[in-house]
Structures are given as structure tokens and as C-alpha cells.
């Protein structure tokens, strides 16, 4: 009979950004429990609110089944003696598995006959397994930061206040440092501050909403999104769409309600980016806009309690938000003082990096790869190229980025366009930060998209050079970041620009700084974003697939992704299995080839001759293919070798006694895997 398990952990306000991800690691950790202990189960269920995680499980197994289970040991070959004694190693290891020598049994494996003990496991219990099971997984979930409180040795997010343990509404006995499980939970902190009872998921839904408490985080959601569109048609005005706040705040709060302030117009010449980002990232507050989406001076906030008198609570936020707004028009007025080429000078007092010098002399670095890159790809922007990133870092030494640093860039642009630069160039400003977050918007112009670039190879070039290299987690220079966002760009805007050669260039400008051998960072760094890419791509494709290409070269990203995708799309076909079979046979029998012509007059079989012709006939026909990038016909001209391939294996014995002959033979295959060898290494496949 299948029943249901139900999991609360209360405890004091966790970090918004925490909840998500618990949630995730929850459900994760739970599966990999119930596998392990081989108890069946349904869905899964996980909610989250700032002060509770809870976790049901439908449909759980009462009991595990009974289980064989075997466990390998020593080869027969090491674990009896010539006369056919146990050795200590297999005593040894019958010791270990609790069972005598004699109950050994001998297996045949595919690296020979293994002893193995096996074992019958009598299932238990899951009501004996839980109180077990679910203070180990309160344990393991990962946060960001963790913490001890009193002096318990248990960790969590924040201190643990109380825990609902059920199965099939009967309490799961066990302790999590000083709190003994129960089955009561408790309402919302400040509008129903009692306890009350819990029998299974549905009665705790229906008692949390009494309670004053949305534990659902998709409800909480579709709830804030109501009431912010509510208020902004009584404040006639529309919502700016911002569905990463949206996320922010829904896990800020356990019951959502919404109010609308107002601000002074006067702080509308402050630009809007401004005062968008000083109420997002300050306040949560969403922003207000007309029907052609220009800013109103008005903004609305999420509480998480409902208020006898709401006008005290828009009255607190706007005195906030009043004295936030007033800082930023005091420092853009103040800035306006001064031409933002002026400020170019100060950044030589700008320490970027200790080893690697101020942000003047990382501007000239990256302003010489920048340029490099409009020579390359659009040579007619190389000289804004150059001004938008001279210019580009100028805003750090601004009042208002210091005051509000996420609009770095942003204000850039704002004070280039104020001192009369193109355009285009303060345009490109603001865009080379971009992406600031993985699928982040890239650069529109490729001004924009060539200062970007720069910057970040420089960065991780910079950073290589004097061994601030990511390890494990550790990213604090967001290298990573860096790296997917040149990838990313680079496939965006389509550019065939050799990534050594990139590397090359700002390794060069790096020569004076550089604290390592110059070849170990360029390898080192090739590296790290090989593996980037192979990230980026095998999200999207087959691993084997992007494997296959990328340990022949990635070194052109456009080119890479490009036979990567005909690549994946050639897998598709019926008899793939079957060409890969033959192709990589080819691969694993010449390995690194033979560099030598194949002479026709040292066939000996038909089946020689009839595969160079076959080779021959499409070498051009591939050869042609892959110059015009279209790397799905070559690779389907390839296919054609198939029966003549097979034909050869089957007739032709390729070691011949003969040295000419068979070195003729290797020669020929050589020809053949070299020629799908510029596309993949098709012995990386799996059939």
C-alpha cells in the first residue's frame, strides 16, 4: 500500500536567493535517498517560503523489497594458492562482506573470474528507514552560507525553529540538533503567530492560507503579479516587466499584498536606468510606466503583511526612496561638472588589480585588442571602436557609479551622450559589459561587441598570467562569466576570429605583467575555454557529438558550433549506428596515420582499389563541402564510403607480411581518415 510522506523545516527568514535552490537540492537529495534505499515512490513535491521549507512525497513503498546483492572481491587468480587455498585476501574479504570463504562464489566478469559474495537482504520497513533518512537530508542540503546556532553541532541556512515529520500522518520520530520532530507547523510571524496541527499536505495548504501563509512560491507569484497589475491600473499606469524581481520578491515574502507610491517628477531628468535600478536593487520596488512606456513618477512594493492603514506604509517607502533619489540627482548633477574624457585621467590612481596594474593601463591594453578586432571584422568602426574603449571605464570615477555601482556603463553612455560623443560610441559604452548573466543580452553592435571582447580577454589573459585562476567554486574575478559571454558573442555576431590568435595578442600586451612562462598561460588558457565551450554545447547537443569536433579543433567557435550541429543532425539517420561502427574502425586502426602517398600499383585486391576509387570520387565533392561551411553534405558524401569500407575489411588482411603493402594499406586508410578527420574524430562516437 503506497502512502505519503510529508516534510516541514521552519526556521528563521532564509536569504531570498537561497529558497530556489533548496528547493531543487530537496527534491535531488530525496531521490537519490529513496533510490539508494530502493523504496518506490510517485511525485515529488517541494515549496518554499522565506521561514519554511517543505518537502511530500506521494506514493511511497511501505517497505523495500528484498534484495541479492553481490559485491566483488579479489580475481580467483590472486584469492586461492596453488593448491587451491583461500589466500588472505580472500579470507580478507570474506571477513569484510560477513560471510565465510566457503559461501564465496566464482563470477566470470569481462576482465576474467572474480570471486563475489552475495548476500540476501531482507527489506524493511520505511516508517524504520525515515527517522534515519530525513535528518540526514536536512544536513545535506547546500547553502551558499551556512550556520551553527546555541552550541548544536547541526548546520543550516538559519536556525531551525521547528519541523513537521508524517508519514501516512504519523510523526517520523527523530532530532535535528535541539528540535524534535512533530506535526505542528505555525502561521505567518506577524498576523497569525500561533501553532496549528498538520495531517498531510493538502490539510497544511488549506491551514497555511488560514495562517496567513502562501507556501506555494508559483501561487505567491501569480498573486504579486495580480496586485502589482491592480494598483497599476488604479495608479493609471502599466508594470515595467521585470520577472527576475518578480522571482526576487516572491521569495521575500509569505503573503503578498501591494501598495503604490509616488515620487517627485522632478527626479525624472535623472536618466531612467537610474532610477529604475535605485528602486529594483534598493527597494524591490517595481517600477511604474505610461502606455508608450516612459517612466512615471510612481512605484509599487510588495509588503508581507496586510495593513490597517496603508498610507503609513507608502509614506515609509517614500521617504526611502525620497532620500535614495535625492543622493542620485545630487551626484548626476555633480557629474555633469565634469567632461567624462577628463575623468580617462583619474583611472590611472584606479588600482584594477594588484599584479596587473590600474584600469588606465588595462584601458590601453584592451583598447589595442579592440581595435585589432574592428581591423579585422569591421574595419570602417576601428577608430569609435578605439574612443568607446578609452572612454568606456571613465564612469567608474563618477559620483553617481560610486554611489551606484550597477549602473556602470549605464552612465557612461548617459554622460558621453551629454558631452556630445557618436552615438554610436556612447551606445557601445554601455553595451560592453554585456552579457552581465548567463543568457544575458549581448552587444547589438558590433562597436559594442569588439570593446566587449576585449575587456574580458584581457581579464581572463590578465588573470591567468599571474595564477588568479578559478578553482572548484572559487571564481572571484567571475572568469567563467567572462569566458561564456566571448563565446557566446562570438557565435552571436558570427565572427571567424581564431581564438589563439586572440589570445596570442593579449598575451602579448600582457608580456610586462605576466608572472608565468608565456606558453603555460596560452595553454591554460585555450584550455579553460574549451571547456566552456563544451559546456555551452553539450546543453544543446550529444556529448559525444560535441567531443568528436572539439578534440579536432575549436579554435574558429562559428565553425565548431557549425559541424557540431550537422554533426548532430547526421546522428539522426537510420544507419548511423552502422557508419560509425566503419568509420571508427578506420580511426582506431591508424591511430596517428601514415604519412605517405598510396600507390595504386601495390593493390592486391579489388577491394583496395575499388575503396581509393570511392575515396577519390568524393574527396573533392567533401573537400568543396566543408570550404562552403555546409559540414551536413560533407559529412553525407562521407556516408558513401560505407560499403566500400566494409568491403575492404572484409577482403583485405591490413597487416600484410609485406612492409610495402601494408604500410600502403595504413596509407590508404590514412587518406580516408583524414578526410572525415577534418570535420570530427568519429572514434570519439558512440554508435
Not at 572568469?479 to 590568435?501: D, H, V, W
Request: charge should be negative; include cysteine.
Amino acid at each position: 500500500m503506497a502512502k505519503d510522506l510529508f516534510l516541514e523545516i521552519g526556521c528563521e527568514e532564509v536569504p531570498a536567493g537561497f529558497v530556489p535552490k533548496a528547493m531543487a537540492d530537496m527534491e535531488a537529495l530525496m531521490k537519490r535517498e529513496l533510490e539508494t534505499a530502493r523504496i518506490e515512490y510517485g511525485e515529488i513535491v517541494t515549496l518554499g517560503t522565506p521561514r519554511r521549507l517543505v518537502l511530500a512525497v506521494k506514493g511511497m513503498a511501505e517497505r523495500q523489497p528484498d534484495a541479492e546483492l553481490t559485491a566483488m572481491g579479489p580475481a580467483k587468480s590472486a584469492a586461492y594458492d596453488a593448491d587451491g587455498n583461500p589466500t588472505k585476501a580472500a579470507q580478507g574479504f570474506a571477513r569484510g562482506q560477513g560471510v565465510d570463504v566457503a559461501d564465496l562464489k566464482v563470477v566470470m566478469t569481462p576482465k576474467g573470474e572474480y570471486l563475489a559474495a552475495v548476500k540476501s537482504e531482507v527489506g524493511r520497513d520505511t516508517a524504520e528507514l525515515l527517522p534515519e533518512m530525513l535528518p540526514r537530508l536536512i544536513g545535506a542540503i547546500p547553502f551558499k552560507k551556512s550556520m551553527r546556532w546555541a552550541d548544536f553541532d547541526v548546520r543550516f541556512a538559519r536556525p531551525i525553529h521547528w519541523i513537521v515529520a508524517l508519514f501516512d500522518g504519523v510523526v517520523v520520530p527523530f532530532s535535528f540538533g535541539n528540535i524534535e520532530s512533530g506535526s505542528a507547523s505555525r502561521g505567518h510571524r506577524f498576523m497569525a503567530n500561533t501553532t496549528f496541527p498538520v495531517r498531510d499536505l493538502a490539510s497544511y495548504l488549506e491551514e497555511c492560507e488560514r495562517h496567513f501563509v502562501i507556501p506555494d512560491p508559483e501561487k505567491r507569484k501569480a498573486i504579486i503579479r495580480q496586485e502589482i497589475e491592480r494598483v497599476a491600473r488604479q495608479a493609471k499606469g502599466n508594470v515595467l516587466a521585470d520577472e527576475a524581481l518578480l522571482e526576487q520578491v516572491a521569495f521575500l515574502v509569505e503573503y503578498p499584498s501591494a501598495v503604490h507610491g509616488t515620487f517627485s517628477p522632478d527626479f525624472l531628468v535623472v536618466p531612467r536606468e537610474v532610477l529604475i535600478t535605485s528602486m529594483r536593487e534598493h527597494q524591490r520596488y517595481f517600477s511604474l510606466v505610461d502606455d508608450q512606456g516612459k517612466l512615471l513618477p510612481g512605484f509599487i512594493t510588495i509588503n508581507n503583511t496586510l495593513t490597517e492603514d496603508p498610507s503609513v506604509v507608502v509614506k515609509g517607502n517614500e521617504r526611502v526612496l525620497r532620500a535614495r533619489l535625492s543622493d542620485a540627482r545630487f551626484f548626476f548633477d555633480e557629474d555633469h561638472k565634469v567632461k567624462l574624457e577628463s575623468r580617462v585621467e583619474s583611472l590611472k590612481s584606479v588600482v584594477y588589480q594588484a599584479k596587473l596594474g590600474t584600469s588606465y593601463e588595462k584601458m590601453e591594453r584592451f583598447r589595442e585588442l579592440a581595435r585589432g578586432l574592428a581591423g579585422r571584422h569591421n574595419p570602417a568602426v576601428a577608430d569609435k571602436a578605439a574612443r568607446a574603449a578609452t572612454l568606456c571605464k571613465a564612469d567608474l570615477v563618477s559620483g553617481m557609479v560610486g554611489e551606484f555601482p550597477e549602473v556602470q556603463g549605464i552612465m557612461g553612455r548617459e554622460y558621453a551622450l551629454y558631452d556630445g560623443e557618436d552615438a554610436a560610441v556612447a551606445n557601445a559604452i554601455a553595451e560592453h559589459y554585456l552579457p552581465t548573466q548567463a543568457g544575458g543580452e549581448l552587444p547589438a553592435s558590433d562597436i559594442g561587441a569588439f570593446v566587449s571582447l576585449a575587456d574580458k580577454v584581457d581579464t581572463i589573459c590578465g588573470c591567468f598570467s599571474v595564477g588568479l585562476i578559478p578553482t572548484g567554486s572559487a571564481d572571484p574575478y567571475a572568469l567563467r562569466r567572462s569566458a561564456l559571454g566571448i563565446i557566446n558573442i562570438i557565435l552571436e555576431k558570427q565572427y571567424r576570429e581564431p581564438l589563439s590568435g586572440l589570445v596570442r595578442a593579449s598575451l602579448d600586451l600582457l608580456a610586462a605583467k605576466a608572472t608565468r612562462p608565456v606558453e603555460d598561460v596560452y595553454r591554460d588558457v585555450l584550455e579553460f575555454f574549451r571547456g566552456r565551450f563544451v559546456n555551452l554545447m553539450a546543453d544543446r547537443y550529444p556529448s559525444d557529438v560535441v567531443d568528436a569536433v572539439v578534440s579536432v579543433s575549436f579554435d574558429d567557435l562559428v565553425e565548431a558550433a557549425a559541424k557540431i550541429e550537422a554533426l548532430a543532425g547526421f546522428r539522426k539517420r537510420a544507419d548511423f549506428g552502422a557508419l560509425a561502427v566503419a568509420f571508427k574502425r578506420v580511426c582506431n586502426i591508424v591511430k596517428d596515420g601514415v604519412d605517405t602517398p598510396v600507390d595504386a600499383a601495390l593493390f592486391q585486391e579489388d577491394a583496395e582499389g575499388g575503396l581509393f576509387q570511392a575515396q577519390q570520387a568524393v574527396k573533392g565533392k567533401v573537400e568543396g563541402a566543408v570550404e562552403r561551411a555546409d559540414y551536413l553534405s560533407a559529412l553525407t558524401e562521407i556516408a558513401t564510403l560505407k560499403p566500400a569500407v566494409d568491403l575492404f575489411f572484409d577482403k583485405v588482411m591490413v597487416m600484410a607480411e609485406d612492409e610495402r603493402v601494408r604500410q600502403n594499406r595504413l596509407a590508404l586508410l590514412t587518406s580516408i581518415a583524414r578526410l572525415f578527420g577534418r570535420l570530427a574524430d568519429f572514434a570519439r562516437l558512440s554508435a
